[in-house]
């Protein structure tokens, strides 16, 4: 049951269409009628767009994609999934097992890194963005969502690795994952304080894009779109931890 519905153009089908919302939660619950994709994704390819309208001609790896949009679009597109079972750098359906906190990527290898709702699962979010900024070109850009808690001053970390064990500081919480057990723990809840923390990990500054858009099909919570881009200009010296 619809609670409303308004005609609009959705960015991943690339046809008019008429979004729905089902549910007052919008961000998982406003869907594109024709293929079903959610807010954030749409803000993503928006924001993506926007920045690197040539995106298709681009080098882009994604990590743990949840749809096939960019494999469809981008000749030069590739994606990791890590598997507990795969040497990294191997292949298991398509996927390249890697280990975003310790890849096996070449140095600037990509224009384009994506990571959509992946970083709040991220034990080491400190290793893993500066592996992001290693394996990206000059000029590279991360484009990534991840919830960011608007009623939270300061993230907070959620569980741990201990030797290898996962040490829970918090209750809990994982989301819907399309590998493994089909969930995935929540790691981390980032607050306010999420960008600069971005800029320390990643020692490059960092842009948050935020869009309200219904004829694009963007409405609802957690939409933030973050992009750092891999230039001299951004690099902010020594503040990686
Ligand atoms: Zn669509």
Request: a negative charge; one cysteine or more; charged letters at 20%.
């Amino acid at each position: 049951m619809a609670l409303f519905s308004n005609p609009g153009y959705c960015n991943i089908c690339m046809e008019d269409t008429t979004f729905t919302a089902e549910q007052t939660w919008l961000r998982d619950h406003y869907f594109c009628q024709r293929c079903r994709t959610i807010p954030r994704q749409r803000a993503l390819v928006e924001v993506l767009t926007t920045l690197r309208p040539a995106w298709r001609t681009l080098t882009i790896h994604e990590s743990s994609p949840s749809i096939g949009f960019f494999f469809k679009q981008c000749p030069a597109y590739s994606a990791s999934q890590f598997f507990e079972d795969v040497r990294p750098g191997e292949y298991r359906n398509g996927f390249r097992c890697e280990n975003l906190e310790h890849m096996t990527i070449a140095s600037e290898s990509f224009d384009i890194f994506i990571t959509q709702d992946v970083f709040e699962h991220v034990f080491n979010p400190e290793l893993a963005m500066p592996e992001i900024m290693r394996v990206l070109r000059p000029g590279g850009i991360h484009i990534f969502t991840a919830p960011k808690h608007k009623t939270l001053l300061k993230s907070v970390r959620r569980a741990r690795l201990n030797n290898g064990a996962v040490e829970h500081l918090l209750e809990p919480a994982y989301h819907g994952n399309p590998i493994g057990d089909g969930r995935s723990l929540v790691t981390f809840d980032y607050g306010a304080d999420f960008d600069d923390l971005i800029q320390l990990w990643s020692a490059y500054r960092t842009s948050n894009y935020m869009i309200r858009n219904r004829h694009l099909g963007i409405d609802g919570e957690f939409l933030d779109v973050f992009v750092t881009i891999k230039d001299t200009a951004n690099y902010v010296p020594g503040e990686n931890c």
